[in-house]
Nanobody
């Protein structure tokens, strides 16, 4: 499966952005999906994940209550709604896919999108 992330940009603290990740391939609904982010000079970290049917989700503590992950299997698209953004949310955001279950580990995911930059100004 090939992934293409989009929707990043520059936003003021307290604002919102919605990231999208378009996927190619007929078996999109078979994949668990995740969002990760990597700030400059830091390691890539888990943000959120969703099961292949969308019935189960998981979030990093730092984004709980502010971010919402969702998917539309009919449109082969993954979303990340980000509200109440903070300067510390500034990073390149990546979408990722894995057959079977989801995980908060970078190593669990086989396929990665190219990333989209999110910058939150104070």
């Amino acid at each position: 499966v090939q992934l293409q992330a989009s929707g990043g940009g520059l936003v003021q603290a307290g604002g919102s952005l919605r990231l999208s990740c378009a996927a190619s391939g007929r078996t999109f609904s078979s994949y668990a999906l995740g969002w990760f982010r990597q700030a400059s000079g830091k390691e890539r970290e888990f943000v959120a994940a969703i099961s292949w049917r969308g019935g189960s989700t998981d979030y990093a503590d730092s984004v709980k209550g502010r971010f919402t992950i969702s998917r539309d299997n009919a449109k082969n698209t993954l979303f990340l709604q980000m509200n109440s953004l903070k300067p510390e949310d500034t990073a390149v955001y990546y979408c990722a896919a894995s057959l079977g279950s989801y995980s908060d580990s970078v190593r669990h995911y086989t396929y990665w999108g190219q990333g989209t930059q999110v910058t939150v100004s104070s």
